[in-house]
């Protein structure tokens, strides 16, 4: 995972608004579909999905996947406690997270906790190998707290544009 830096705000209009709603519904979306949707013509709605997609407001695209029909049948937030809170061993850490394929997202935080980690994995076992193998090996790690979810209510990708 990419270090998330700040970035200026990008200015938008109504169009590109709906654009972007429309993109988080279906990535796969043809311009054609895209343009009737907004009332334009395909040049102007790919030139717009173009600079967008430039001043990296679409950071990409992407297939979103049911992690239990491909058997990940375990998702766990991790909160995570560093012994150290200095530059160079948060950017230690950091930089193991982005080598561990488990961990598909990685915040720092405020609070009790330095960072929380979404893990998923397919079952306890492989959790139990994953705390004890990987995450307390982490650079600077001091203390885990695991909490297991256990059902999704909500789950969405789509930033509230409209």
Known sequence: MATIE???QVAIDAVDRRLLALLQR???????????AVGLSAPPVHERLRRLEAAGVIARYTA?????????G??????VTLALHRE????????AVRAVPEILECHHTTGT??????????DAAAYEHLV????TRLPGV??????VVLSTMKSETALPLE
Do not use: C, I, Q, W
């Open 6 to 8: 700040k970035h200026s």
């Open 26 to 36: 279906d990535g796969r979306a043809p311009v054609a579909r895209l343009a009737a």
């Open 64 to 72: 979103v996947l049911d992690a239990p029909r491909l058997g990940f």
């Open 74 to 79: 375990m998702t766990v937030y991790v909160a």
């Open 88 to 95: 160079g061993a948060v950017r230690k850490f950091r930089e």
């Open 113 to 122: 906790a330095d960072f929380l980690l979404r893990v998923v994995v397919r």
């Open 132 to 135: 004890l193998n990987v995450l």
């Open 142 to 147: 001091e203390r885990l707290n695991s909490s």
